[in-house]
């Protein structure tokens, strides 16, 4: 799996393998608490299921990502699920915003790595076509 990544053509300001187990780690404690948090808003029927469905559509794309990358090691998927990564991402923060802004705003982060990971993978994408 890694012999596959190393060896595909990446832009010279692709980050070093190592920084994405830390990055990722803190995204995903912040992923967690907040979509547990609307998940809990929604068991306690204070908003309702479209709220919800792109936090669950979002999470099932983000973790699709790595098995298409580098299971199956295919780049061009790999791109069209970031997309959809990102697409979610951004109609989950604007859905919770007026029910719980701070939601919103502490997938600020996330929202930063999953665009700059969308035009790196992208450009993975275009680099090996």
């Known amino acids: 799996m ?14 070093p393998a190592y920084l994405f187990g830390p990055v990722w780690s803190f995204l995903y404690v912040l992923i967690a608490v907040s979509f547990g948090r609307v998940i809990w808003l929604f068991v306690k029927g204070s908003i309702p299921f479209i709220v919800l469905l792109p ?8 973790l699709a990502f790595t098995p298409i990358q580098f299971g199956l090691k295919n780049n061009l998927l790999a791109g069209i699920d970031i997309l959809l990564v990102l697409g979610t991402l951004i ?3 604007a859905a919770i915003f007026p029910y719980a802004k701070w939601i919103t705003y502490i997938q600020i982060p996330y929202l930063l790595w999953v665009s700059f990971a969308t035009v790196l993978q992208l450009t993975i994408v275009y680099l090996n076509r």
Not at 2 to 15: C, L, R
Not at 55 to 62: G, H, K, T
């Open 91 to 93: 109609w989950a923060m």
């Open 55 to 62: 936090f669950i559509l979002n999470i099932i794309f983000n």
């Open 2 to 15: 890694q012999t596959w990544y190393q060896q595909i053509i990446k832009p010279s300001w692709a980050p």
